[in-house]
């Protein structure tokens, strides 16, 4: 009868689907993504009260909603002061900030271990990865895995498997905001010329774009005017100027290519000085791996 049951679980077991945040055989947690409009959301659970949060490595910290907090403030447990006459703006519209502080919260069996900020009359919660981590031995890796619509924490014992072939970038962050960075080489073919440079590239998840450039880091202001590079400007409707950028025959970065893009290119980051710009979710066409704890990022090449 023992080798019967043993056999049926064996059987059982393989097919069991995944559920928002469940623990796998190997102790990983996965949590399934939603996209839509090029952003990406997943569901979890603070307590008992079930959430949707944007993933989001450009927020500068888990953005809330006032009444949320105000109904679940004891479950939170936050350490919050008061924050008066402060702004804080996601995606050109402004909301006012309630509370800044910082939390230790359980999102299924993973935690979210870092700054939480209190918005009013914010409906999307955001949710910057780069402070989750395993829940039973605080390991912080995170692989993306867009194209598939999956989010993994990774035990470091599991690491070595999911890397096989990939290259490995320096991981590091923003004096302000602390967003993730990479320091790469880029690359950028036009039926003209080319130009490169290294530099440090904020990672954003919440950013539906390949790249953005930023004029107001010196190397790429100076490499755009001694390339007489020519902006192209994208319009709504009403003709209203969004935003400018160049057009790339071929564009290679962390050892991606990418065929007939086009890149933005900024100088309203005011926050973006040190750093030559932005790689947003279009980059994402393969798994992604983030080691918080030992600062690395690994990346499997393309063939595009």
Same mark, same amino acid.
């Given at each position: 009868?023992?080798?019967?049951?043993?056999?049926?679980?064996?059987?059982?077991?393989?097919?069991?689907?995944?559920?928002?945040?469940?623990?796998?055989?190997?102790?990983?947690?996965?949590?399934?993504?939603?996209?839509?409009?090029?952003?990406?959301?997943?569901?979890?659970?603070?307590?008992?009260?079930?959430?949707?949060?944007?993933?989001?490595?450009?927020?500068?910290?888990?953005?809330?909603?006032?009444?949320?907090?105000?109904?679940?403030?004891?479950?939170?447990?936050?350490?919050?002061?008061?924050?008066?006459?402060?702004? #804080?703006? /996601?995606?050109?519209?402004?909301?006012? &900030?309630?509370?800044? =502080?910082?939390?230790?919260?359980?999102? *299924? @069996? +993973?935690?979210?271990?870092?700054?939480?900020?209190?918005?009013?009359?914010?409906?999307?919660?955001?949710?910057?990865?780069?402070?989750?981590?395993?829940?039973?031995?605080?390991?912080?890796?995170?692989?993306?895995?867009?194209?598939?619509?999956?989010?993994?924490?990774?035990?470091?014992?599991?690491?070595?498997?999911?890397?096989?072939?990939?290259?490995?970038?320096?991981?590091?962050?923003?004096?302000?905001?602390?967003?993730?960075?990479?320091?790469?080489? #880029?690359? /950028?073919?036009?039926?003209?010329?080319? &130009?490169?440079?290294? =530099?440090?590239?904020?990672?954003?998840? *919440? @950013? +539906?774009?390949?790249?953005?450039?930023?004029?107001?880091?010196?190397?790429?202001?100076?490499?755009?005017?001694?390339?007489?590079?020519?902006?192209?400007?994208?319009?709504?409707?009403?003709?209203?100027?969004?935003?400018?950028?160049?057009?790339?025959?071929?564009?290679?970065?962390?050892?991606?290519?990418?065929?007939?893009?086009?890149?933005?290119?900024?100088?309203?980051?005011?926050?973006?000085?040190?750093?030559?710009?932005?790689?947003?979710?279009?980059?994402?066409?393969?798994?992604?791996?983030?080691?918080?704890?030992?600062?690395?990022?690994?990346?499997?090449?393309?063939?595009?």
């Amino acid at each position: 009868m023992r080798k019967i049951i043993i056999v049926m679980l064996v059987c059982i077991m393989p097919h069991v689907a995944f559920a928002q945040g469940q623990i796998q055989a190997d102790s990983s947690v996965v949590f399934a993504l939603h996209e839509k409009e090029h952003h990406y959301y997943f569901d979890g659970d603070i307590g008992d009260t079930p959430v949707r949060f944007a993933l989001d490595t450009g927020s500068p910290a888990m953005l809330i909603s006032e009444d949320f907090y105000d109904k679940h403030k004891d479950v939170l447990q936050l350490e919050v002061k008061d924050v008066v006459g402060k702004k #804080l703006k /996601i995606q050109r519209q402004s909301y006012n &900030i309630r509370y800044r =502080g910082r939390g230790h919260l359980s999102i *299924g @069996n +993973a935690i979210y271990h870092g700054p939480v900020t209190v918005l009013s009359n914010l409906k999307t919660f955001y949710l910057p990865i780069q402070y989750l981590m395993l829940k039973w031995n605080k390991t912080s890796i995170v692989k993306l895995d867009l194209p598939s619509q999956k989010m993994s924490l990774l035990t470091r014992r599991m690491l070595g498997n999911d890397t096989i072939d990939c290259n490995s970038f320096p991981l590091g962050k923003t004096e302000k905001g602390h967003f993730p960075t990479i320091r790469t080489h #880029l690359s /950028i073919f036009t039926e003209y010329k080319t &130009i490169q440079m290294d =530099g440090d590239f904020i990672v954003d998840t *919440g @950013n +539906a774009n390949l790249l953005y450039l930023s004029e107001r880091n010196e190397e790429v202001a100076k490499l755009i005017e001694d390339n007489s590079i020519e902006r192209h400007s994208a319009r709504n409707k009403y003709g209203l100027e969004l935003s400018k950028g160049l057009y790339a025959d071929q564009c290679a970065i962390a050892g991606y290519n990418f065929k007939n893009k086009t890149i933005g290119l900024t100088d309203k980051l005011k926050s973006i000085e040190k750093e030559a710009g932005m790689i947003g979710v279009g980059f994402f066409i393969s798994p992604v791996i983030f080691d918080f704890n030992k600062k690395k990022i690994y990346i499997k090449p393309n063939n595009q």
